[in-house]
């Protein structure tokens, strides 16, 4: 198989075999994951590597109740770690130092926090790809970004620590056919953006239309208000943005 091979059938999976994935394999995923490139070569993350089946359970119940989490042979959060380098800073004086030159340092902002993200997930997509090439199917996990007090209490999160990603990994049960994808017109555009007018949004999204069902509310009129209903407008997305408004808290700073 070519790297062209391993990115166009890449599927996320839900159902995993009981097959095991062999230690030298995870630790090459993992490795393959850290080469991923990385703002100021500064690796601002950490990748918890969790196996635990108590663990998993419990990541299936505050990841939005999704029981297939628990099924997984590993699950990889990629925290966003500014702890590890605050700490080195301020060991060293950094602090001192940014008063003596008319600067202030107190601690990690928003633009490291937003950065390191950046990072966490270019490494997680490098783990993703490396996972392929071993025959390992995996899916994201944007829950993990839900219950953040709760992760952090379970994970033992220090502060400037935080759930960027997760990806459960496993043996693929069967492998499904890759997924629909936009027409790369309204996704790819030339030089200076482009505002999709009316009948090209619909044009867009149409193969999405057809996923609507009329009978799982009377009040849902169109497929637009049944994605709302399923994804913005549902009580896990409030918790997401309430986890993550707390999580930034902590990059506040002037
Ligand atoms: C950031 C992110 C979060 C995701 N969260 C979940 C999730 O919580 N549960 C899930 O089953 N799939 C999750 N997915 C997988 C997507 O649903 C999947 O990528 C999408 O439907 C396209 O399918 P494909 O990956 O097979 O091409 C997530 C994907 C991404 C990139």
Redesign the pocket.
Known sequence: MTTMDIINN?????KFNNKPIEDEVLTSILESAIKAPTAGNMVPYTILKVKNSETLEKLSVS??H?P?IKDADTALIFLVDLYKWHHYLLQNDVKEYAEKTNRHYDGPTLADAILAINDA?IASENAVIAAEHYGVGS??????MENFEYHRELFELPEYVFPA??LVLGHYDHR?A??Y?FDTKHVIFEETYKKLSKDELEDMYQEKTKLYNPNVSEEIKNYAQQFYNRKMGADFFVEMNRSLKEILKMFERP
């Open positions: 890449r599927v996320s999976i839900r990841c939005d999704q297939f997930l899916c994201y996990i944007g829950d993990i990603a997760m499904p890759p997924r994808r």
